[in-house]
């Protein structure tokens, strides 16, 4: 499981926890997440995230 | 030759927005300024450097060279706009006039610096870009003890990540709880928890009076009579609009530079974006006020007249340590903070007299119904028919 980070705001998108809130499952791969799915704190989308290290 | 559009500032909303208008136009001329080294990069990210033993080189996405070419622009780096000329359609960089088709001032806010007594004030560092950072990186190298002026939403993310990083870090703040002004005491309670949990020692109510070199570190002294010892201190007092060329050309200017839902100023052919622009009475220091008013902009500035909206803006606050999302009530927003919290748990409503969701802070595991909560809330500022004219009516 890979986290993934917003290049604008900094969110960061979890693989593990999905985002259940928004019908994304928990284990949801990034690859899996909607194409049109964007960040939910400055509205960006997929393509402006970039793969983070686990901490 | 067509006169270019010129954006002022390099920081996320001149970036961003110069990225959303070469999305429609690829043929104007662009020209960019800042004062900085025109590096790009992630202002929020700053308050995560610590603990993701990130340096400014490794925050910084893109240099200057790489973004004028992704942009097809030019970019002029340290470079300081002395004069706006709106009546000539140009400024001024010292004696060198540059004329321009529109002009979009994005060059931020600037960091409130408080007078403190003293021989030390050169170890006072505010953090309000990634040259800022970068030397308190420098400076903070092999020390230990951090004093953070202010308990706000800044000195807390800043607290929290130099915490994660191995620093120690004591706050001072002459408030009674901490991020005061945007949460209700129980969610300020649970944050500073958290903090306390990672070692961080709050010192609220007394402000800092005189900071000394002393045999071992700096003194600082409080005006509540009590003294600290630290290796350098970080202001996280608050942030002002810059605001002085605009208002020295006429421009109208309130906390921020006036502008209208076009994000034009009061004079035509200039707009305002991002932190030091004030949008119908609000000037909203956060990234996704920034992001709609880029994206409205980059159509106005393409002929198609874009007002600015913003939805429901909860503001993601980072403190990993007790995780915090507040959607502050509007000003004047009438209603009482109803509180459910376990442990630093705490989610708490602002419900108007009808019981509609006005606002909220949700710390810790509560955060998880903030998407539930998001779509209750009203939008901060509401979208407007879009008009076709230019001119507004009234």
Not at chain 2, 332 to 348: F, Q, R, Y
Request: glycine content about 10%.
């Amino acid at each position: 499981m890979k986290k993934w980070q917003c290049v604008v705001c900094g969110y960061i998108y979890d693989e593990a926890q999905g985002l259940p809130e928004e019908g994304i499952a928990p284990g949801t791969r990034w690859e899996d997440v909607p194409e049109d799915w964007i960040c939910p704190d400055c509205g960006v989308g997929k393509m402006d995230f970039e793969m983070i290290a686990i901490s | 030759m067509t006169a270019p559009v010129v954006i002022i500032g390099t920081g996320l909303a001149g970036y961003n927005l110069a990225r959303e208008w070469r999305k429609l136009d690829r043929d104007t001329p662009l020209l960019l300024i800042t004062a900085d080294d025109g590096r790009s990069y992630s202002k929020p990210l700053l308050s995560t450097g610590f603990a993701a033993n990130k340096d400014a080189d490794t925050l910084g996405m893109a240099s200057a060279g790489a973004m004028a070419e992704q942009l097809d622009a030019e970019i002029r780096t340290h470079t300081r706009v002395t004069r706006l000329d709106p009546a000539n359609r140009r400024i001024w960089i010292g004696n060198e006039p540059v004329a321009y088709r529109d002009l979009v001032l994005a060059w931020g806010a600037q960091a409130v610096r408080v007078p403190v007594a003293g021989d030390a004030e050169e170890a006072i560092f505010p953090i309000n870009d990634l040259l800022d950072y970068g030397r308190f990186r420098a400076a903070a190298a092999g020390k230990r003890r951090v004093l953070i002026l202010g308990a706000g939403l800044i000195g807390c993310e800043f607290a929290n990540d130099l915490l994660q990083g191995g620093y120690e870090a004591e706050l001072v703040a002459p408030s009674q709880q901490i991020m005061p002004g945007l949460l209700p005491a129980e969610a300020a309670r649970a944050v500073q928890n958290g903090l306390e949990g990672l070692g961080a020692r709050f010192h609220l109510g007394p402000v800092l009076e005189r900071l000394e070199h002393g045999a071992d570190g700096l003194v600082a002294q409080l005006s509540d009579g009590s003294r600290l010892t630290c290796d350098l201190v970080v202001s996280a007092v608050g942030l002002r609009p810059r605001t002085e060329l605009a208002a020295e050309a006429g421009l109208q200017v309130e906390r921020g530079v006036v502008v209208d839902r076009l994000l034009q100023t009061s004079h035509p052919h200039v707009y305002a974006l991002g932190d030091c622009a004030e949008v119908e009475g609000l000037n909203l220091l956060y990234v996704m006020p920034l992001m709609a008013g880029a994206r409205a902009l980059a159509k106005t500035l393409f002929g198609n007249p874009t007002f600015v909206s913003y939805g429901p803006m909860p503001v993601t606050v980072k403190t990993p340590v007790c995780p915090l999302v507040v959607s502050p009530p509007a000003r004047g927003a009438v209603g009482n903070w109803t509180v459910e919290a376990c442990g630093n748990d705490v989610k708490a409503l602002y419900l108007g007299a009808d019981g509609q969701l006005l606002g909220y802070a949700l710390t810790g595991a509560a955060v998880q119904q903030r998407l539930a909560l998001n779509k209750q809330l009203p939008p901060v500022l509401a979208e407007l028919p879009q008009i076709l004219s230019l001119k507004t009516p009234g």
